[in-house]
């Protein structure tokens, strides 16, 4: 009896044991799901590939109107732009409440759900806008601090460690610059391009810009998410100058930013843009600059001018390879050209954008999530805080506020 007992209490063990194993087997699979260092990505010619030389297209969709607003894809009115909305918040209810607001907002507007839905579209990447006053308070340099003291970069650690979970790769688009680059109100704040400025105000916003660049390329250095630094969104937009200025200025700015993000992070691709024409910046290899890719941005009103800027900057620029940042075809342009033309010469896409609020968005191209008909704007000058609150909460996630355009399966999903 005690034999039977001693072998039917060692095959329960070795039952036991096996058991343990192929549990620790499948937690150890889970930790392991998501990007590693084989994903990290590098140029190589007109090429983007990982470490093992496979080539990596990238087919996305921008992350608009969640960490820097635009009031046509934005649910608020009363305000000009976004640094228009912090002043008037900052008066009206204080500078914590004002960014327990915006917090709010952001907390509602991406969530895990939207990126779920990214990754089940077939995308393998996002692009997303920020601006300096997501990291500091002024134009100081007044960092915003977490809980612990130190400076606060949790959105971006939130969604570039949500996006490795799903393999989606994910650009950080600098889209307002301390100083702000531009003149658009996209930058931040309109009519407001100081970036540039041989003065010690210029100085100084370089200095802060640096700074910031400086602490987000540290930080994400090694991180195989992380696809690319968009080192400036669209600059000199909107600016009324000549060709041959905004060429001076992009070379002059460019130069910096990149030897301030290459003194911490060797490795990351960086973009850099010319926008709208094909002599807006410099050959890369003239100027000694590596690994970077060169990003143009097109509105063009027919699918001729269209196939023509895009395939002239290709040929300019032979040695980098060339991403279409942003791209909406107006008037007579086609989707069906535009993706035709992107795909068979090499062009990696990104749509503007995947989610907006706005009259008719509930049906736009303009985006694959709109606003249901019937949405509300916060009043930024004259509802109460609880009201902003409200209107900034779940009600605008995508689950609940938003409805599919059809823009995905009209004009999308055949081209990934």
């Known amino acids: 009896m005690k034999l039977k007992l001693k072998k039917s209490l060692s095959i329960f063990l070795v039952i036991l044991t096996l058991f343990s194993i192929c549990n620790f087997s499948v937690l150890a699979s889970a930790e392991t799901v998501g990007f590693t260092d084989d994903d990290f990505l590098k140029t190589r010619g007109q090429d983007i590939v990982n470490q093992k030389g496979e080539k990596i297209h990238l087919k996305g969709v921008n992350l608009g109107a969640w960490l820097i607003w635009e009031d046509w894809l934005c649910p608020y009115e009363e305000a000009t732009d976004h640094a228009d909305i912090i002043d008037i918040l900052t008066e009206r209810f204080g500078i914590e409440a004002a960014y327990d607001l915006m917090n709010t907002y952001m907390d509602n507007w991406i969530t895990e759900f939207d990126l779920d839905q990214i990754k089940a579209m ?68 309109a009519d407001s391009c100081g970036l540039y400025d041989k003065t010690e105000q210029g100085e100084r916003y370089r200095e802060l810009t640096d700074e910031l660049w400086t602490a987000i390329a540290s930080r994400f250095k090694g991180n195989p998410a992380v696809a690319m630094y968009d080192l400036l969104n669209e600059p000199m937009c909107d600016v009324d100058a000549g060709e041959i200025k905004r060429r001076i200025n992009n070379e002059f700015i460019y130069s910096r930013l ?20 094909a002599i807006a910046l410099p050959q890369a290899f003239l100027k000694g600059w590596d690994n970077v890719v060169y990003q143009v941005h097109f509105y063009n009103n027919s699918n001729f001018i269209f196939n023509l800027f895009a395939l002239f900057t290709k040929l300019i620029y032979w040695d980098v390879p060339m991403m279409m940042g942003e791209f909406f075809p107006h008037q007579k342009t086609t989707w069906e050209n535009c993706f035709n033309f992107m795909n068979k010469t090499n062009y990696n896409w990104f749509l503007w954008t995947y989610k907006a609020t706005g009259h008719m968005m509930w049906e736009s191209d303009w985006c694959l999530r709109g606003s249901k008909d019937g949405f509300h704007r916060a009043k930024i000058q004259t509802d109460s805080y609880e009201e902003i609150a409200r209107k900034w909460g779940e009600c605008i996630r995508t689950e609940i506020g938003f409805q599919d355009t059809g823009h995905y399966d009209k004009n999308v999903k055949d081209h990934i």
């Open 122 to 189: 077939g995308f393998n990447c996002v692009r997303v806008p920020f601006w300096y006053r997501n990291f500091y308070y002024d134009d100081n340099g007044t960092k915003i601090l977490n809980e612990e003291g130190e400076w606060d970069f949790s959105r971006l650690d939130w969604v570039v460690e949500e996006c490795s979970k799903r393999e989606l790769y994910v650009v950080l688009d600098m889209h307002g610059a301390v100083g702000y680059q531009s003149d658009a109100p996209h930058s931040g704040k």
């Open 258 to 277: 990149y030897d301030t993000v290459r003194a911490v992070d060797p490795d990351h691709i960086i973009t850099m843009e010319c926008i709208w024409t």
